[in-house]
């Protein structure tokens, strides 16, 4: 097994900050990637004091920023863009996500490298992506998820559209950069050449949208918020049971529709033709719905899930992060890794996906502001202490503590 990762031997540079950008830099990092993120010596990337904090960090920081090096440059200055460039042209990738022409506006978008370093492989995350009447826009998770579609078809109808508790549509954009990252790296390897990864974080959303543009073009249909089901698959929904729990039950296929109604109860509907498929389900999903929340309220949620476990019928809990975090099936698949934070303990979540030979891993928690500065920028740029203390003096970067 090797423990490198199989991203080992990559540099990356990483300029972003807040979500999309770091956590694309987090994924790369986490399968062995080298991850210089590079902060301002003002204060360093804002998640370090989001959320919830202990000792004057973020929690979330530690887990966001593992196995990164923290490099203050103040990139408003002209040394600290010269800096900047010189560490790119040592890179394998560059990650960033500001807004369309900032970094052209400073000197080192992907054009300047083209020369330089031909082999680059430059992730651009953004709002609207780097073209189009759009792109210009300030462009947050929150308001990309809108016009994504995505949040029209969540929750209920007549009801303003739900979002959920996350910033999905960053973590989303942060996977999909990964992805291209990694795309562009195998396509290097044919072609010798570098290429520009153009990542938006409404087109991420938009990804997910599955059959709601073919169906809008060929059917003239627009697909409505749905609540808690999924339009046109029935059952699929959540009960509240008689403990005032909730269980998700997955009974659309046509077998299992079958042992599902019997087991609770309702044999006539298991063995009626016309709910034998699920075109027919549909046609009859009040009927449905009505009979499982019956059954659901009548029993308790261990008792449900018991049944739906012995009919081979998928079943499961609403868990929250206190269930996740003591159910032994999570533990096994190891979803759980443990970093020491002032001398305690502190639970991160894993990165997925998992492989078998190659396995990614927590090396280190994010790293104090400025930490990794002065060993960066001497070995890979070869800048004495002397140039190192003029620097910091100048305010360049951080002074270190």
């Not at 998640?47 to 196995?67: E, F, H, P, V």
């Not at 020369?115 to 780097?130: D, E, F």
């Not at 189009?132 to 969540?154: D, H, L, Q, T, W």
């Not at 994010?366 to 910091?392: I, N, R, Y």
């Amino acid at each position: 097994m090797d423990a490198k990762g199989p991203l080992s031997g990559y540099r990356v540079i990483e300029l972003g900050q807040l979500l999309a950008g770091p956590f694309a830099g987090c994924m790369l990092g986490y399968f062995g990637a080298e991850v210089i993120k590079i902060e301002s010596p003002n204060g360093g990337d804002p998640i370090r004091n989001w959320r919830q904090m202990k000792d004057g960090t973020s929690l979330w920081w530690y887990s966001l920023a593992r196995n990164k090096k923290s490099v203050t440059i103040d990139l408003k200055t002209k040394a600290g863009i010269e800096l900047v460039k010189q560490l790119i042209d040592t890179a394998d990738i560059v990650i960033e996500n500001f807004r369309p022409g900032v970094v052209e506006n400073w000197g080192i978008g992907p054009e300047e490298f083209k020369q330089s370093n031909p082999k680059l492989v430059y992730a651009r995350i953004s709002g609207y992506g780097q073209t189009g009447p759009y792109a210009s826009k300030p462009g947050f998770a929150s308001v990309c998820e809108g016009i994504s579609g995505f949040r029209y078809v969540n929750g209920h109808p007549d009801q303003a559209p739900v979002r959920p508790n996350l910033s999905i549509g960053d973590t989303i954009s942060g996977i999909h950069a990964a992805l291209g990252i990694c795309l562009a790296l195998l396509e290097q390897k044919n072609s010798g050449k570098g290429q520009v990864v153009d990542v938006a974080l409404y087109e991420s959303m938009f990804n997910l949208m599955e059959a709601v543009v073919p169906e809008y073009d060929g059917a003239n249909v627009i697909r409505q918020p749905s609540g808690s089901t999924v339009t046109g698959i029935v059952p699929t929904n959540t009960y509240k049971c008689l403990d005032g729990k909730y269980v998700v039950i997955g009974g659309n296929g046509d077998s299992i529709f079958v042992r599902l109604m019997t087991a609770a109860g309702y044999p006539a509907m298991a063995c009626d033709p016309a709910l034998s498929s699920n075109a027919g389900r549909v046609e009859h999903e009040v009927k449905i719905d009505q009979a499982l929340s019956s059954w659901c309220a009548e029993n308790d949620s261990v008792s449900i899930l018991a049944i739906l476990d012995e009919n081979a019928v998928p079943g499961g809990p609403i868990y929250n992060v206190e269930d996740m975090v003591n159910d032994e099936h999570f533990k096994a698949r190891g979803l759980f890794e443990s970093v020491e934070i002032n001398g305690e303990a502190l639970k991160i979540p894993a990165i997925l996906p998992k492989l078998s030979n190659t396995p990614g891993a927590t090396r280190w928690a994010g790293p104090a502001l400025g930490s990794h500065t002065h060993d960066v920028l001497g070995s890979l740029l070869g800048l004495s202490g002397e140039k190192l203390t003029q620097l910091a003096q100048e305010g360049v970067i951080k002074k270190p503590n």
